[in-house]
């Protein structure tokens, strides 16, 4: 009985992995648009329709364009429109903190991916997060 108990254990945990690990940026490319801003000092947020600042990222080369349409200057709406590199790094943290983006070195900070929604976050350091949608 304890060796049956053994192979199940044994099983059980060779038999799980985390597929997010291998796949920590493939559900980031495409499309996105920018929809909310929100942090920093003063704890700020900006909303933004769909479709006002798209965000593409490029599987081929590893890169971000950027689409920024928005005209109003006063409130921060990330980058400006152009192209810029950006890099997926694997974070062994705390669970908070697993994958990091860095985008032309201009932003680092963790990522968050669902099928829907992106997250790119900075408020662990009083900066931004920016919320992404599909």
């Given at each position: 009985?304890?060796?049956?108990?053994?192979?199940?254990?044994?099983?059980?945990?060779?038999?799980?992995?985390?597929?997010?690990?291998?796949?920590?940026?493939?559900?980031?490319?495409?499309?996105?648009?920018?929809?909310k801003?929100q942090?920093?000092?003063?704890?700020?947020?900006?909303?933004?329709?769909?479709?006002?600042?798209?965000?593409?990222?490029?599987?081929?080369?590893?890169?971000?364009?950027?689409?920024?349409?928005?005209?109003?200057?006063?409130?921060?709406?990330?980058?400006?429109s152009g192209?810029?590199?950006?890099?997926?790094?694997?974070?062994?943290?705390?669970?908070?903190?697993?994958?990091?983006?860095?985008?032309?070195?201009?932003?680092?900070?963790?990522?968050?991916?669902?099928?829907?929604?992106?997250?790119?976050?900075?408020?662990?350091?009083?900066?931004?997060?920016?919320?992404?949608?599909?």
């Amino acid at each position: 009985m304890k060796l049956l108990l053994t192979i199940v254990a044994v099983a059980l945990f060779t038999g799980c992995n985390n597929d997010d690990d291998s796949n920590a940026n493939a559900s980031v490319y495409g499309q996105w648009s920018l929809v909310k801003v929100q942090g920093g000092i003063a704890g700020t947020t900006h909303e933004f329709d769909m479709g006002t600042i798209t965000w593409i990222f490029n599987p081929d080369n590893q890169t971000v364009t950027v689409i920024n349409n928005n005209t109003d200057d006063s409130v921060n709406d990330g980058f400006d429109s152009g192209v810029y590199d950006f890099q997926v790094l694997t974070v062994n943290g705390n669970g908070d903190c697993d994958s990091q983006m860095t985008i032309d070195e201009l932003f680092s900070g963790c990522m968050n991916v669902t099928s829907t929604t992106f997250k790119l976050s900075q408020q662990a350091a009083d900066g931004f997060e920016y919320t992404l949608k599909r």
